[in-house]
């Protein structure tokens, strides 16, 4: 079963980078799926970046940029295996 993690708050599309306000830990490794209208997709986290540095894992209530395989949209939802 997946459990809502976050949301999309920004899409960088020049360059593939979301930006997520995440609810739940996340760290390098782990799987997660980008949900919504149009979009569906699952990917491996293997980029996390706060502030243009990067970083091992993040936290609830962090904002970062992760790198993603496909477009996003703002308010699509970041969904991990629970």
């Known amino acids: 079963m997946k459990k809502k993690i976050g ?15 995440i609810k739940e830990e996340l760290k390098l490794g782990d799987q997660i ?6 979009t569906d ?14 970083v091992e894992a993040v936290k609830p209530g962090d ?9 996003v949209r703002q308010g699509d939802g970041v969904y991990k295996e629970t």
């Open 7 to 21: 949301e999309v708050s920004h899409y960088f599309h020049r360059i593939g980078v979301a930006v997520i306000k």
């Open 33 to 38: 799926s980008f949900l919504g209208h149009t």
């Open 41 to 54: 997709f699952d990917q491996i986290v293997t980029s996390l970046e706060i502030d243009h540095k990067k």
């Open 63 to 71: 904002d970062f940029a992760i790198k993603v395989i496909a477009k």
